[in-house]
């Protein structure tokens, strides 16, 4: 097995652990009194704090992004608009529904980086672009309806926590931009995990929510979440990322709904209709779609011919 192969492998495990994580927060809320902010406040400070320790322990200065006043008020922005935002709100949305449902409203957040770019960035969307959006529409249409197209088969809070997370997903992808370009990309993460966990924390203090408890299997569940839905695939992923190519990494990343919902179906039992079925995969091709470079869908040309061994464009180059 190829060093590439191998990290392949790796970064299906990470969207492994990540499509067990959204269940574990499922689980919690269904069996404890912890609730979608206590268990956000858990993870991002908890996982910030641990990711920050690790990065330390192997000698990078992990203090040297703070001594800046700029990069105080990115990693601000990043944390509370763009991490606190995207998984307290998708918490909510697996609290009100389900893991695969509050996975693939998030991850339509890319529709929204995409609009970003177009405006703000000038860069134009793919062509593929409509296409994957019909088909998302479609998928959602048929997530909300199951079909009925009388009524809708959701609640409204779900929508509504599921449009917060994609705004939280665009932010986070957008916001940390150029300070990933000067710091590790661990760096930039965990100090806004820190910051966005301790706005968590000022909330629910406000909130003056209950301690939650924790015992036998569901405290396992929740440093779970903490350390093998936060720190250790998110380490492995970054990794593996640099081998790949973050093309293909994107795209293995994105299983992570496929795993959601095989765990939601198995272990949680959760029962979903055909129509449920093929909404999610309707929005889980047209996320895909979305995710592929320009350079998939075009012919390599020589001197104005396709070559003969390259007839078929559709392979990604990563």
Not at 7 to 35: E, H, P, Q, V
Not at 228 to 248: D, H, K
Request: hydrophobic residues 55%.
């Amino acid at each position: 097995m190829t060093l590439k192969q191998k990290n392949i492998l790796y970064i299906l495990f990470t969207s492994l652990l990540w499509g067990l994580n959204g269940n574990m927060g499922a689980y919690l809320f269904r069996t404890t009194n912890l609730s979608p902010a206590g268990l956000t406040a858990m993870r991002l400070l908890f996982g910030g704090a641990l990711l920050l320790g690790l990065t330390r322990a192997s000698g990078q200065d992990i203090f040297d992004i703070l001594k800046t006043k700029s990069n105080l008020v990115w990693l601000a922005l990043y944390g509370i608009f763009g991490l606190f935002v995207m998984q307290f709100a998708l918490y909510a949305c697996i609290f009100y529904s389900n893991a695969p449902t509050a996975c693939l409203l998030q991850y339509c957040g890319i529709f929204l980086v995409i609009f970003y770019s177009a405006v703000f960035m000038k860069v134009p969307p793919q062509k593929m672009t409509w296409i994957a959006l019909v088909l998302t529409v479609v998928g959602v249409v048929l997530l909300l309806t199951k079909g009925d197209f009388n009524q809708l088969h959701i609640s409204g809070i779900t929508l509504l926590t599921g449009f917060i997370a994609m705004l939280g997903y665009t932010v986070s992808n957008i916001v940390p931009l150029q300070l990933t370009l000067r710091y590790p990309t661990k760096i930039v993460a965990g100090w806004a995990m820190v910051i966005g966990g301790l706005f968590m924390v000022l909330v629910c203090i406000l909130r003056q929510e209950a301690l939650p408890d924790l015992g036998g299997f569901s405290l396992l569940a929740a440093l779970y979440c903490v350390i093998f839905g936060t720190v250790v695939p998110f380490s492995l992923y970054l990794a593996s990322q640099r081998v790949v190519g973050p093309t293909i990494a994107s795209l293995l990343g994105l299983t992570e709904s496929v795993f959601s919902t095989i765990f939601s179906i198995f272990w949680l039992k959760e029962v979903f209709s055909l129509t449920d079925l093929l909404g999610m995969t309707l929005i889980f091709i047209g996320v895909v779609l979305m995710s592929l470079p320009d350079e998939f869908w075009q012919k390599p040309r020589l001197s104005g011919k396709v070559l003969p061994a390259e007839k078929n464009p559709r392979k990604s180059t990563g």
